[in-house]
Structures are given as structure tokens and as C-alpha cells.
């Protein structure tokens, strides 16, 4: 969907869409733990992680679902002028609040479904690492990483626009967030999930025990300061400026 068409809907629509693509990133992000939550060989870990990232982007697309770092892209329609920059910000804060929104309620959901307690608390244990991992950093390492994975996930938006078969905008929009999560990057939308359920996790002490880091770096302000601050910025950067902007400037602007 354009940026126009965006700035056109509704913003009930809007946040309805957004909650459902936090929803289901969470949901994906779940998957992910689950699956590699007894697997001890970490490059075999690292691989099936990324398995059910681009299931789940495939999900949103077909859904029609709302995600911040691919709605950067439509910075093109900024740039064109189809969009006024309020019409821009206005997306793009409407998305990033509902995807918080609908990633949260999965988050306040775990305990009601017994998430944590899956494959002996190795579930839990495994959700306490993931998120102290993401925490375990500095600003400029997360805020890299976030222009990283922006540059991955909005290359894919732009190329699955150009053909109208879904089944080939499934494939082209999957495989780089695929790539994204193989090379440790960061996303802001999936670390709304990741690191709210690792301080959830964290506050129990037989997930705490099981786990190799133990959760003691995951703290509400860490989260904030060591990932999904930096990860934001630069997944607006990577998409909106990097990807975005020399898309326009190379192939509307300058077409030749």
C-alpha cells in the first residue's frame, strides 16, 4: 500500500492494523524461543531461530498488518510529495504505538498459557537469555544494528511492491528479514516482545537458574536506553533515509 493510501485511512483503522502486526510478531517471536529452547549447538540455533520470522512477515502481508519498520519506507512518498510530513509522522507514530500495544498483549498473556514453563522452563530460560542479549549492548551497537536490519526489511517492502502476485510478495518480502535475524540485527517491533517477556521471565527463579546469563541485566531502563530507543532510530534511519531516500533520488528522481 502507498503512502498515500496510508494517509487516507482512518485512524482506528490504522491502530486496529497496527496492534495486529505487533500481535503477530510477538506471536512469531514466541515460535522462535520455543523452537531452539533445547538446542545447544549455537550456529544450529542461530539458523532455526530465523526459521519463523519470515512466516510471520508473511502473515502481516497477507493480513494486510501494519509494522514500523516497513511503513519507513513510504519516506518515497514523502519525498515525492504525495504525503505532507505531518501525513508521515503520523503513520508511522500510530503504528509504532499499536505495535507496542499488540506485542504487549501477548507479553501479559504468557503467564495465563503457561509459555514459560514449556520443555521443562527451558522456554522461560531460553527468553531470559534472548533479551539479555538484546540488552547487553551499547546505544551505537543497537543503533547500527537497528539501521542494519531496517536496510534488510525495507529493500524487501520496496522489491515485493513491484509484482502484484502474493505468493511473490511473500517470498521477496521473507527471505531478507530471514537474513536480518541470522545477523543479529535489531528490530524494534520484535524486541517489544523479546525483552518485556525476558524481564516477565527473569522474575521467577527457577526460569532464572536455568538460564545461562541469569537476567540480571533486564531492567525496564535498559530496555529503553541499550535497545528499543537506539533500535528505533535507526531502524527510521536505515529505512526512511538509506533505503527510502536512494530509492527515490536514483529511481524517481533522477530515472535515467
Same mark, same amino acid.
Given at each position: ?40 549447538? %549455537? ?8 526459521? %519463523? ?78 533479551? =539479555? ?15 542494519? *536490519? ?17 505468493? =511473490? ?17 535489531? =528490530? *524494534? ?66 530515472? =535515467?
Amino acid at each position: 500500500m502507498s503512502g498515500k493510501s496510508k494517509a487516507g485511512m482512518p485512524t482506528l483503522k490504522l491502530i486496529m492494523l497496527g496492534i495486529l502486526g505487533g500481535i503477530i510478531t510477538a506471536l512469531t517471536a514466541m515460535g522462535s524461543n520455543t523452537v531452539i529452547a533445547t538446542l545447544t549447538n %549455537p550456529s544450529i540455533a542461530k539458523f532455526v531461530s530465523a526459521l %519463523p520470522f519470515p512466516i510471520g512477515t508473511m502473515i502481516c502481508i497477507g493480513m494486510g498488518a501494519e509494522l514500523f519498520t516497513g511503513d519507513t519506507s513510504i519516506s518515497i512518498s514523502l519525498l515525492t510529495k504525495e504525503i505532507s510530513a505531518k501525513q508521515f509522522f503520523r503513520i508511522l507514530l500510530t503504528v509504532y504505538v499499536s505495535n507496542f500495544a499488540g506485542a504487549l498483549m501477548i507479553v501479559f498473556a504468557l503467564p495465563f498459557i503457561n509459555h514459560f514453563q514449556g520443555l521443562g522452563n527451558m522456554v522461560g530460560a531460553i527468553t531470559i537469555d534472548c533479551a =539479555q542479549g538484546k540488552v547487553n549492548q551499547s546505544f551505537l551497537s543497537a543503533f547500527i544494528k537497528g539501521i542494519l *536490519c531496517a536496510i534488510l526489511v525495507v529493500s524487501g517492502v520496496i522489491m515485493s511492491s513491484h509484482t502484484t502476485h502474493l505468493y =511473490q510478495k511473500l517470498i521477496i518480502a521473507g527471505l531478507p528479514v530471514f537474513l536480518f535475524i541470522i545477523c543479529g540485527f535489531e =528490530q *524494534c517491533v520484535v524486541n517489544m516482545y523479546y525483552i518485556p517477556a525476558g524481564i516477565m521471565a527473569a522474575q521467577t527463579e527457577a526460569y532464572r537458574i536455568l538460564s545461562a546469563s541469569g537476567g540480571g541485566l533486564l531492567t525496564w531502563s535498559n530496555f529503553l536506553w541499550h535497545n528499543l530507543i537506539p533500535a528505533t532510530l535507526g531502524n527510521f534511519i536505515g529505512g526512511a533515509g538509506i533505503v527510502g531516500g536512494s530509492y527515490w533520488y536514483c529511481f524517481i528522481k533522477n530515472p =535515467q
